[in-house]
């Protein structure tokens, strides 16, 4: 596997920044990375095959932080 630093945008739950690893040939967000969502809402963590995926920290807009696991893009377990 291949992995590539760069900056990417998408729209999912809105527009927002990525900036991390991702694989080369499909440009699918892998390993580490940070979205930063125009709403202002933050992820820092860990992707896989594009989706949010492994230990990970979402921050909303309102401050509130939850960090814990993520799988196939959602939240995973309590957290803290």
Same mark, same amino acid.
Request: charged fraction near 35%.
């Given at each position: 596997?291949?992995?590539? !630093?760069?900056?990417? *945008? ?6 927002? !920044? ?7 040939? !499909? /440009? ?19 992707? *896989?095959?594009?989706? /949010? ?26 957290? /803290?």
């Amino acid at each position: 596997m291949e992995l590539k !630093t760069q900056n990417k *945008k998408d729209k999912v739950l809105g527009e927002y !920044t990525y900036l991390g690893q991702v694989l080369k040939h !499909t /440009k699918h967000k892998q390993g580490a990375g940070k979205a930063v969502y125009a709403d202002g809402m933050i992820y820092e963590g860990y992707w *896989k095959d594009d989706q /949010k995926h492994g230990k990970g920290r979402w921050i909303n807009k309102d401050g509130r932080v939850y960090e814990g696991m993520f799988r196939h893009d959602l939240k995973n377990g309590l957290g /803290k």
